[in-house]
């Protein structure tokens, strides 16, 4: 990146750029691939991964879960789960990684189900209210997060921060890259 152009980069646009880095680098040294399952952020994770010359390498596919339906055609997300606790759940977001390990030739997985908003928020779940949750040989890891923000920021937000924690996550696996 040209040091003029990092001026334009919001902090989000620049932690994502970094964490995509250091993500790309772990997986390549380890041999692994990565799948995303993203519903409020559309397949941005998936493409801010595949921005990145060489990205097939490492990046294994993403699937973009936005209905309740696609989370369980598509990642194996019990329908019954979704009625009894909400597709912006921990257990969802959890089953949606492992989904996505099932479903992809991959070793390490990213998913988010969030409110991203302006609308479809409520008291218990307001707009900028994120699940994110991360699949890794030493299993699965969840987090809720409150993003603020437009819509826009909420889903930059989301990216930075899943790809951050995976970076964080993946150099602190147990098992190192050869």
């Not at 921990?90 to 099932?102: D, N, S, W």
């Amino acid at each position: 990146m040209n040091p003029a152009d990092s001026d334009l980069l919001s902090n989000s646009e620049r932690t994502t750029h970094a964490s995509r880095g250091l993500v790309a680098d772990f997986l390549n040294k380890a041999g692994w691939k990565l799948a995303t399952a993203e519903s409020c952020t559309g397949g941005l994770i998936a493409a801010r991964c595949t921005d990145l010359a060489g990205s097939s390498d490492w990046f294994e596919r993403g699937f973009v879960t936005y209905s309740n339906a696609a989370k369980t055609e598509m990642l194996g997300v019990d329908a019954a789960l979704i009625e009894a606790v909400g597709a912006v759940s921990e257990p969802v977001v959890r089953a949606m990684a492992q989904g996505a390990l099932t479903h992809a030739q991959a070793q390490v997985a990213v998913a988010v189900t969030g409110v991203a908003g302006p609308s479809g928020g409520s008291a218990a779940k307001p707009v900028g209210t994120v699940w994110l949750g991360w699949a890794t040989p030493a299993g699965v890891v969840s987090e809720l997060r409150h993003f603020a923000g437009d819509r826009a920021q909420v889903r930059a937000a989301t990216v930075a921060y899943a790809l951050q924690r995976l970076a964080s996550l993946l150099q602190s696996q147990s098992v190192k890259p050869e």
